[in-house]
């Protein structure tokens, strides 16, 4: 069983809508948790990051960890066409990714005009 | 542009040739690590140096690969005896190393082993 586990999709929702990404994991060493963007033949970017359970706002970006059920997610309001993309959940132990960063497999968006 | 670049971005081999990647990180940046990605997974971690010391490998880093820095600045990874199975995307990252620092990707180099 994988440490991070996430949803490969392909997900496909109409642009505006609100889109909820997820991904589970089973190492509760875990302490640091991103969610990086992908674009198709490019490499990850940070979108966000934070290391302590609850939500965390940017933008139109909301990222939420619950560390009781190791579990963290990924809102995306107003969604726009240029969010389509593969989304990363990333998680690494201790309070920075100084180290390795153990990835989920990526769940590839698709926002419909 | 000054974030990480990799070299080549593309390259096709045959199986059993030598193939060799470059990586030159952000200036300054003392931490530099490689991840494999292939089609539909997420990247996995290879190795990582702090400043010219390769500090961890993981154990999907056979012994035809070798990584190395040898001056805290660039880095080359090294595939000996190539496998169908190598073909993948070879991302390098950086990282300033102080406390929550984030890992900057490049654009990868894709490797096709025929």
């Known amino acids: 069983q994988k440490e991070v586990e996430q949803d490969p999709g392909p997900l496909s929702v109409p642009e505006g809508a609100i889109v909820s990404l997820n991904c589970t994991y089973s190492n509760s060493a875990f302490q640091y948790f991103m969610w990086y963007r992908q674009y198709s033949r490019k490499g990850p970017e940070l979108l966000m990051y934070t290391y302590s359970s609850g939500n965390k706002e940017d933008g139109r970006f909301t990222a939420q960890v619950d560390k009781s059920s190791k579990y963290i997610s990924l809102f995306i309001r107003d969604s726009q066409p240029s969010d389509s993309a593969t989304y990363l959940c990333?998680?690494?132990?201790?309070?920075?990714?100084?180290?390795?960063?153990?990835f989920g497999s990526g769940t590839r968006l698709s926002i419909r005009p | 542009d000054t974030g990480v670049s990799q070299d080549p971005r593309h390259k096709i081999t045959k199986r059993g040739q030598n193939v060799t990647f470059r990586c030159d990180p952000i200036?300054?940046?003392?931490?530099l690590y490689w991840y494999r990605q292939t089609l539909g997974q997420g990247p996995e971690f290879l190795t990582y140096?702090?400043?010219?010391?390769?500090?961890?490998k993981s154990r999907l880093l056979s012994n035809r690969f070798s990584a190395e820095r040898p001056k805290g600045s660039f880095s080359t990874l090294e595939i000996q005896r190539t496998e169908q199975g190598d073909s993948a995307m070879y991302l390098c990252a950086s990282s300033y190393g102080q406390d929550k620092e984030t890992q900057y990707f490049g654009p990868g180099t894709r490797l096709l082993v025929l």
């Open positions: 200036s300054e940046h003392n931490r």
């Open positions: 990333a998680m690494s132990p201790g309070y920075s990714s100084a180290s390795k960063i153990i």
């Open positions: 140096f702090q400043n010219e010391a390769q500090l961890e």
